[in-house]
């Protein structure tokens, strides 16, 4: 079955980095684009950045560009967000979710704090 796995959040200061990454089995992950969101408490559910099958094409959000930059190895079937410059308002549960099989599927989401 398609399983995704977020992995590298943690805490930082504002301006700092961090990179998370999402690893996918249960699929042919080079066929299918990767979306990332993040979801802050009380808040809805936001799309951050989409990556194509291929890394050709990439998209994100108003309030990350310029900032956050998303990648991805196929050899490895991961996805990475790599997010610089990070602000306090950036602090949320980050998942990555891909459409197979007729639906999103979602991993189980990695906390990403942003405190001084």
């Known amino acids: 079955q398609v399983q995704l796995v977020e992995s590298g959040g943690g805490l930082v200061q504002p301006g700092g980095s961090l990179r998370l990454s999402c690893a996918a089995s249960?699929?042919?992950?080079?066929?299918?684009?990767v979306n990332w969101y993040r979801q802050a408490p009380g808040k809805e559910r936001e799309l951050v950045a989409g990556i194509s099958s291929g890394g050709d094409f990439t998209n994100y959000a108003d309030s990350v560009k310029g900032r956050f930059t998303t990648s991805r190895d196929n050899t490895k079937s991961t996805v990475y967000l790599q997010m610089n410059s990070l602000k306090p308002e950036g602090a949320a549960v980050y998942y990555c979710?891909?459409?197979?099989?007729?639906?999103?599927?979602w991993g189980q989401g990695t906390q990403v704090a942003v405190s001084s």
């Open positions: 979710s891909v459409w197979v099989n007729g639906y999103w599927n």
């Open positions: 249960g699929f042919t992950f080079g066929r299918y684009g």
